[in-house]
């Protein structure tokens, strides 16, 4: 079974700040993906970001990026240099190889970024 | 902008009513997919289609009725609707490969009165 955990119901930030969002898994896959997205409160599910498994290096988008420990199962984004337009909901998502017409998605973190 | 389409963006209807959500994606993906989210809640995975056929149904009501005419179109057809199911319908689409990930239309927000 696949398991994503996100333990910041809520979080703030101050603009131009960095911050970081968490995410756990748990899975019994040897070969998975793993995704952060963004809803703003317009409800459209932007795609972020993508970290392989077996990805070497941490996954960096612009102003994203990924800290993947694949040891601790955690896969936590990084937003840096926070902008106002980055508030909204992030959620941390896997897809694993044997089932993999399947997203399994956290319950979610709201960010708030402060003027 | 989205690259996958989904009308209407809102939809009121009535407990007998009859009405059908659309999804139009033409980045050549393969696999389809509808949610259904609840405020402040992640998406719940409804249906999945893979090469135009029906794939995952996970245990959704029969007053839901997943249709995919052709590779790039998905539609929803609701009937007979409850209350409870008023939400966020997302229509996603991604290729048939763990390592891509979906992509999400803008969302039907129903109300069933």
């Known amino acids: 079974a696949q398991k994503i955990t996100q333990t910041q119901p809520g979080m703030f930030v101050q603009e131009k700040e960095a911050v970081t969002l968490d995410c756990t898994y748990d899975t019994s896959d040897p070969s998975y993906g793993l995704f952060w997205y963004k809803q703003p409160s317009s409800g459209e599910m932007i795609f972020l970001i993508y970290?392989?498994?077996?990805?070497?290096q941490n996954a960096t988008e612009g102003r994203y990026s990924l800290n993947f420990q694949k040891a601790r199962k955690s896969a936590n984004l990084v937003i840096s240099a926070s902008q106002l337009g980055d508030s909204a909901m992030y959620f941390c998502a896997m897809r694993g190889w044997a089932n993999f017409n399947k997203f399994y998605f956290g319950s979610g973190t709201k960010l708030n970024v402060k003027p | 902008d989205t690259e996958v389409t989904q009308t209407p963006k809102h939809l009121v209807m009535g407990m007998t009513n009859k009405k059908s959500l659309k999804c139009e994606q033409h980045?050549?993906?393969?696999?389809m997919y509808w949610y259904k989210q609840k405020a402040k809640k992640p998406p719940e995975l409804m249906f999945v289609?893979?090469?135009?056929?029906?794939?995952i149904n996970e245990s959704v009501p029969s007053r839901f009725s997943p249709e995919c005419p052709n590779s790039s179109l998905l539609n929803l057809h609701l009937h007979a609707l409850q209350p409870e199911d008023s939400a966020l319908y997302l229509c996603a689409s991604s290729q048939d490969n763990p390592g891509d990930g979906a992509f999400f239309g803008q969302g039907t927000r129903l109300t069933v009165v």
């Open positions: 970290q392989g498994s077996y990805d070497q």
């Open positions: 980045m050549g993906h393969r696999a």
């Open positions: 289609y893979s090469y135009e056929k029906l794939s």
